[in-house]
């Protein structure tokens, strides 16, 4: 398995085909993935994170974490956990000021966060959104899916409570390790 710098066709194609939010979230670097017969097989984007206090409760700032914005893999990788752990080793060898990385597991998705604890991430907790999903064309969309539309046409759409998030973080630094040691749950 090989990953390399990918390229914003490769992270277009990938989002938008190989991941059932088909949205291409902002990225701060996305590694593709190719298998042993080197074949495309998708990507594993890290970026800022949905909010600039992020870091606040790790008493880190902007730039000294990454969140995992998107794993979007067509299946064909010999290992997903192997992709992501080389993905975590470029990130801490190629980006010495980033600390920790964070990442989010999809309730309303039944992700339990599987591909995080095969590659030793930290559980920090359960979250519940005050957002809300709207059903379209036949699926479940979160809202900044449909910031195109008006709130009048949203207002005509079936609403559910959005689902919550589960937490993990990763040290890659051993600074951070005492720290995420403290915040796991089981």
Excluded at 40 to 47: R, T
Excluded at 62 to 89: D, F, H, P, W
Excluded at 163 to 170: F, P, Q, T
Aim: aromatic share 12%; proline share 3%; glycine share 8%.
């Amino acid at each position: 398995m090989r990953l390399e710098i990918a390229s914003a066709k490769a992270v277009k194609y990938a989002c938008l085909n190989f991941h059932y939010a088909k949205v291409v979230p902002a990225t701060y670097i996305g590694y593709s993935i190719f298998n042993n017969n080197n074949e495309f097989c998708g990507v594993i984007l890290f970026g800022g994170g949905a909010s600039a206090n992020m870091g606040k409760p790790f008493n880190l700032s902007y730039g000294q974490y990454l969140e995992l914005t998107r794993m979007a893999l067509n299946g064909k990788q010999e290992s997903t956990s192997k992709a992501m752990s080389i993905a975590m080793k470029l990130i801490k060898k190629n980006n010495p000021t980033v600390r920790l990385l964070i990442s989010y597991a999809d309730k309303g998705q039944n992700h339990l966060g599987i591909i995080y604890q095969a590659t030793n991430w930290y559980f920090t907790g359960e979250n519940e959104s005050s957002g809300k999903d709207y059903f379209y064309k036949g699926k479940w969309r979160h809202d900044r899916t449909l910031n195109e539309y008006s709130k009048d046409f949203l207002l005509t759409l079936k609403t559910r409570k959005r689902s919550g998030k589960r937490k993990y973080i990763y040290p890659l630094n051993k600074n951070m390790i005492t720290l995420c040691e403290s915040l796991k749950k089981p």
